[in-house]
């Protein structure tokens, strides 16, 4: 069993992240970092130990990471993102407070010492900005190297950002970051747009979770319905809502669902073209590459994992 860190704004994709990460019997999920993004980082937090306790994962902690971006002294949610994930996060939906509290502790110190003791072992899926993992490479940055797998929900290669035309929303939220995590000796695997806007999920398979009849069916049913419907307004030729964060946490766990090209890459910060992912033209000849970026996905079958993965959970 490999041990995951999720390092997630939650928001409600990030809560089918959690979910899948809980779901999944080949990872242990050892912890939890919460960022600033879809919500205020300690809103993400609260709704990062909501989801767990509805899930019976009490064991897991969850650390409060970096609460704006490495180029501000404050974050500003963006109007859009209650629209997409409600007002609290999670699709309005009303989840007990939790029992337990965040971890006292330093996330960044937590990412860094989880590194430390499980090196190779270790999962990073980072589907929120890039801000707490920039953090940890300026920290100690020999974990880039001694680190297993990172793979991020982040980016746009091939397709139109959906923040403005040429950026996605967590690496827009800290381009300065993100070019920091793609240009340092990490190799990392980047699922995008590219992929993540070809794996929906519909009505038919939420209905399926609220048929089960337990709490946790019912209030996931309710809180990507909520999701669901904001892409009826916002994507309606999509049909369906993206599993954006939690298909990163599927190919961390299984890279066969997605096909990658390997490729030396870095983010825009200027103004103009703030926050695109694209080649890095100094580095474009150089054989070693440090980026796998996904740009084909086997829909069917991360589907039926996901669907099966879930709905096991959720009969619990
Ligand atoms: C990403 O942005 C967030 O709103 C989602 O949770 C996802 O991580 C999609 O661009
Ligand atoms: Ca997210």
């Given amino acids: 069993q490999k041990k995951m860190i999720l390092d997630l704004d939650t928001g409600i994709d990030d809560a089918m992240a959690i979910a899948y990460a809980v779901a999944n019997p080949e990872v242990d999920l050892i912890g939890i970092i919460g960022s600033y993004g879809n919500v205020y980082v300690e809103d993400g937090v609260i709704n990062s130990l909501k989801i767990l306790e509805l899930l019976g994962a009490t064991d897991v902690p969850v650390y409060t990471g970096l609460q704006h971006s490495s180029e501000s002294d404050h974050f500003d949610r963006m109007p859009i993102s209650a629209e997409i994930h409600g007002e609290n996060g999670i699709g309005q939906v009303e989840l007990p407070m939790p029992a337990r509290k965040p971890e006292t502790g330093d996330a960044i110190d937590f990412l860094i010492d989880s590194v430390k003791q499980y090196g190779k072992d270790l999962i990073l899926v980072p589907t929120g900005p890039l801000t707490n993992l920039s953090a940890a490479i300026e920290k100690a940055p020999e974990i880039t190297t001694e680190i297993g797998n990172v793979t991020i929900m982040g980016g746009a290669l091939t397709v139109p950002g959906n923040v403005t035309q040429v950026t996605e929303a967590n690496i827009n939220q800290d381009a300065s970051a993100a070019n920091n995590?793609?240009?340092?000796?990490?190799?990392?695997?980047?699922?995008?747009?590219?992929?993540?806007?070809?794996?929906?999920?519909?009505?038919?398979?939420?209905?399926?979770?609220?048929?089960?009849?337990?709490?946790?069916?019912?209030?996931f049913a309710d809180i990507v319905d909520y999701y669901i419907k904001a892409y009826e307004v916002t994507s309606p030729d999509l049909h369906g809502c993206a599993l954006h964060d939690p298909f990163a946490v599927g190919v961390a766990i299984d890279p066969s669902f997605v096909t990658t090209l390997d490729l030396n890459m870095y983010v825009t910060t200027d103004k103009e073209y703030y926050g695109r992912t694209v080649g890095d033209p100094a580095r474009l000849d150089e054989p070693e590459t440090n980026v796998k970026v996904a740009v084909n996905a086997d829909v069917d079958a991360y589907l039926a994992t996901f669907m099966k993965l879930l709905t096991t959970l959720f009969e619990e």
């Fill in 181 to 219: 995590v793609f240009t340092s000796p990490l190799h990392l695997t980047m699922v995008g747009l590219d992929v993540t806007l070809r794996t929906l999920l519909t009505r038919k398979e939420t209905q399926q979770w609220r048929d089960l009849g337990t709490a946790s069916g019912k209030a």
